[in-house]
């Protein structure tokens, strides 16, 4: 009996002296959790900025085409004026 309970105390040290981890060990993971908070709140600020560049191209992108639709436009009813007075002036 005694030599089992010498054992286990045995056991039971190995395993407290093994099995913990030191204060360094847990200073250095929270380094590293600080860290990643770090870049986990910068990457989510870039993609906040690319989330407002992609809108504001969005935006433009939509004005350059209403202005390209009405310039279209504008030329279609010029071409279709000269035609008119084209035709006009060889009826003469």
């Known amino acids: 009996m005694k030599k089992f309970v010498k054992?286990?105390?045995i056991a039971l040290?190995?395993?407290?002296?093994?099995?913990?981890?030191?204060?360094?060990?847990?200073?250095?993971?929270?380094?590293?959790v600080d860290g990643l908070?770090?870049?986990?709140?910068?990457a989510s600020a870039d993609a906040n900025s690319a989330q407002s560049a992609a809108a504001?191209?969005?935006?433009?992108?939509?004005?350059?085409?209403?202005?390209?639709?009405r310039a279209a436009q504008y030329a279609q009813d010029t071409n279709s004026k000269l035609d008119s007075m084209f035709k006009k002036s060889m009826m003469k």
Not at 13 to 31: E, M, P, R, W
Not at 37 to 42: E, I, M
């Open 7 to 9: 054992l286990a105390v």
């Open 13 to 32: 040290f190995a395993t407290v002296v093994v099995g913990c981890a030191s204060t360094d060990d847990i200073k250095h993971l929270q380094s590293q």
């Open 37 to 42: 908070k770090t870049s986990v709140a910068q």
């Open 56 to 69: 504001d191209a969005a935006s433009r992108a939509a004005a350059a085409e209403s202005a390209a639709n």
